[in-house]
């Protein structure tokens, strides 16, 4: 019996979380294509437009300096699915934080900005729908050994056991993540403060603006009569996040309170909300 090669296994791994095997498992199982004719519509479209389009990976926000691109697997798949047959969704992470994390490097060392950067860019993933991975945070990001992420992780843990960071690996400590998500929006609904939000969970204020947002969002789709699938496709979330979202919804419109601020988050979304005017609104109506 032929022992694992484990670098092979884990190139394989990794190979399974690219833009190409994206757009291939995509068009194989939508257009019910055999892999030869996923793989020639692919170098077709390489060849049309990525000349003109430029590369996605470098696209939105990932032109911001310090941003990065990578493809993640879907923070709602369940844990012991194959890594191949798991729903992958891009997110844009912002890594490095400019003269911050510069001094951090400079004056301390590079392990000292990767345990730094780790928590806040596995919240910056999770907000977004995704779970990192060891091997992302390895190969992807601080191009780095995975031993060494291991390490890292191990004093991470050391310095604050009460927290488990959003990692795939960790999803079986956590419970549920959409218990996170799901926990912000209802501490809005109750009225709390940004900075209450912020200091209650524990999570970064991106986090925090990207979950209220994708709930108005939500909000908005709901009234407007769509279904739960159609707004799960639209938001590139999972349909279970969405009908939890949507029992909130009518659990608020029930609540004199609650109802007041849902239409609260829906008027600061309408103007561009950050985050920053949840604060602001939510202390002129205190929460009874």
Same mark, same amino acid.
């Given at each position: 019996m032929?022992? +694992?090669?484990?670098?092979l296994?884990e190139l394989r791994?990794?190979?399974f979380k690219?833009?190409e095997?994206?757009?291939?498992?995509?068009?194989?199982?939508?257009?019910?294509?055999?892999?030869?004719?996923?793989?020639?519509?692919l170098e077709v479209v390489?060849?049309t437009f990525?000349?003109f389009?430029?590369?996605?990976?470098?696209?939105?926000e990932? =032109?911001?300096?310090g $941003?990065?691109? =990578?493809?993640?697997?879907?923070a709602?798949e369940?844990?012991? !699915?194959?890594?191949?047959?798991?729903a !992958?969704?891009t997110v844009s992470? $912002?890594l490095?934080?400019?003269?911050?994390?510069?001094?951090?490097?400079?004056?301390?060392?590079?392990?000292?900005? /990767?345990?730094?950067?780790? +928590?806040?860019l596995?919240?910056q993933?999770?907000a977004k729908?995704?779970?990192l991975?060891r091997e992302d945070?390895?190969?992807?990001?601080?191009?780095?050994?995975?031993?060494?992420?291991s390490?890292d992780?191990?004093?991470?843990?050391q310095?604050?056991p009460?927290t488990v960071?959003?990692?795939?690996s960790?999803?079986h400590d956590?419970?549920?993540l959409l218990? $996170?998500?799901v926990?912000?929006v209802?501490?809005a609904?109750?009225?709390?403060?940004?900075?209450?939000?912020?200091e209650?969970?524990? $999570?970064?204020?991106?986090a925090?603006?990207?979950?209220?947002g994708?709930?108005? /969002?939500c909000?908005?789709l709901?009234?407007?009569?769509?279904q739960?699938?159609?707004?799960?496709?639209?938001?590139?979330?999972?349909?279970? =996040?969405?009908?939890?979202?949507?029992?909130?919804i009518?659990?608020a419109e029930?609540d !004199?309170?609650r109802?007041?601020?849902l239409e609260e988050?829906?008027?600061?979304?309408g103007?561009?909300?950050?985050?920053h005017g949840?604060?602001? !609104?939510t202390?002129?109506? +205190?929460?009874?």
């Amino acid at each position: 019996m032929a022992i +694992p090669d484990k670098k092979l296994t884990e190139l394989r791994r990794l190979e399974f979380k690219s833009l190409e095997t994206q757009f291939l498992n995509e068009i194989e199982s939508g257009l019910n294509c055999s892999p030869f004719e996923a793989r020639a519509v692919l170098e077709v479209v390489n060849e049309t437009f990525f000349a003109f389009l430029g590369d996605f990976e470098h696209s939105s926000e990932a =032109l911001l300096p310090g $941003h990065i691109s =990578l493809v993640t697997v879907q923070a709602d798949e369940p844990c012991g !699915k194959p890594l191949a047959d798991c729903a !992958k969704v891009t997110v844009s992470l $912002h890594l490095h934080r400019g003269c911050e994390d510069d001094k951090t490097l400079i004056y301390k060392s590079p392990a000292a900005f /990767r345990r730094a950067r780790i +928590p806040d860019l596995c919240q910056q993933a999770l907000a977004k729908g995704g779970l990192l991975t060891r091997e992302d945070l390895a190969h992807r990001i601080f191009f780095v050994t995975t031993r060494t992420i291991s390490r890292d992780l191990l004093a991470l843990r050391q310095a604050d056991p009460n927290t488990v960071l959003p990692l795939r690996s960790n999803k079986h400590d956590i419970g549920p993540l959409l218990t $996170h998500r799901v926990r912000i929006v209802e501490l809005a609904l109750e009225g709390k403060t940004f900075t209450q939000i912020r200091e209650i969970m524990r $999570h970064s204020p991106d986090a925090i603006a990207n979950y209220i947002g994708t709930f108005t /969002r939500c909000a908005q789709l709901h009234r407007s009569g769509l279904q739960p699938g159609q707004i799960a496709f639209l938001l590139r979330r999972g349909k279970s =996040l969405v009908e939890q979202y949507i029992d909130l919804i009518k659990n608020a419109e029930g609540d !004199k309170n609650r109802s007041y601020h849902l239409e609260e988050m829906l008027l600061a979304d309408g103007r561009g909300w950050s985050g920053h005017g949840l604060e602001k !609104k939510t202390k002129l109506q +205190p929460s009874n």
